[in-house]
């Protein structure tokens, strides 16, 4: 007889990103797995959040507290109604010598959460892992996102009833800038870090960015753009803060990028920490 070693191509990488989605809504992605070998493959597909060890595993501490660098749990966010966040058809089945098969994911969160997550892996003949794909996905429950500044909570949820970590809390021990974004009714409060470093030649001013998204929705009463605006932007001239943009409008699928500057105005200190709320 000849021994032969099952081989594969996945299309996807090593993470599979769906983006964002409006809560209780869904959005769909498929990748591809092509049988590379000579023999037919009996391949399924497992996922860690349905893993019968994963009360255990949950015993342990999170991520965020053992490794500084890690915030991101492979099992995430789920569910409320106990379902799985991500779903794909088909879970098991064969692929023919030389065939491929496609599979599509489905995320469909029924509440808000930036860390939605979990991990698929592709198992052949119920043993052999040939790929591991980490899924990720967030969901707003207004069609609007920010991205960029520090992180003001944690990637993991708590049956506890949390605060949020207030402005002035945030503010200690660090040249903060503390932005608040306005889309209609709702504020987003944002913390962006801005490190000036001083030298003999002229300033160069220190420099972030955020980025304003609008999410695609199924509603058809929508607008096709979403409008933003930041507020006391006076003030944050007069701390030496300079933004890209004041307001503007954001088509569906789309993302603007705003820059952040900032030059410590000249009656400013090295040691002092200026702040301001815009």
């Known amino acids: 007889g000849h021994g032969v ?21 869904k959005a769909t992605s498929t990748f591809q797995v092509q049988n590379t070998s000579t023999l037919t493959l009996q391949y399924s597909i497992q996922l860690d959040s349905l893993s019968p ?9 999170p991520a965020f507290l053992t490794s500084p660098l890690q915030r991101v749990e492979f099992v995430g966010t789920q569910n409320y109604n106990g379902l799985s966040v991500f779903s794909i058809f088909p879970m098991e089945g064969e692929i023919l010598a030389g065939s491929s098969q496609d599979f599509v994911v489905t995320f469909s969160p029924d509440h808000e959460s930036l860390y939605y997550s979990d991990r698929l892996r592709v198992v052949l003949f119920g043993k052999r892992t040939a790929h591991v794909i980490h899924l ?3 969901a707003r429950d207004y069609p609007m996102f920010v991205e ?23 503010l200690k021990g660090g040249n903060v ?11 987003k409060s944002i913390l962006l870090v801005l490190e000036y470093i001083e030298g003999e030649l002229s300033p160069v001013p220190a420099m972030t960015e955020l ?30 803060f300079t ?9 569906r699928g789309q993302v603007k990028i705003i820059s952040v500057s900032w030059v410590p105005p000249a009656d400013s200190h090295v040691s002092s920490a200026p702040a301001a709320d815009a």
């Open 211 to 240: 980025r304003v998204g609008a999410i695609q929705t199924t509603q058809p009463a929508s607008k096709k753009s979403v409008e933003f605006s930041f507020e006391d932007l006076q003030l944050l001239q007069q701390k030496g």
């Open 148 to 170: 960029g500044g520090v992180p003001l909570d944690v990637p993991v949820e708590s049956l506890a009833v949390t605060l949020p970590v207030s402005s002035q809390e945030a």
């Open 243 to 251: 933004l890209g943009a004041a307001k503007g409008t954001v088509e």
């Open 177 to 187: 800038l503390p932005l608040t974004l306005h889309y209609k009714a709702v504020m």
């Open 136 to 138: 990720k996905g967030a």
């Open 5 to 25: 070693m099952p081989s594969t191509l996945c299309s996807a990488g090593e993470v599979l990103n769906m983006g964002y989605v409006i809560a209780r809504e």
């Open 53 to 61: 060890t994963r009360d255990k595993d949950q015993q342990r501490l």
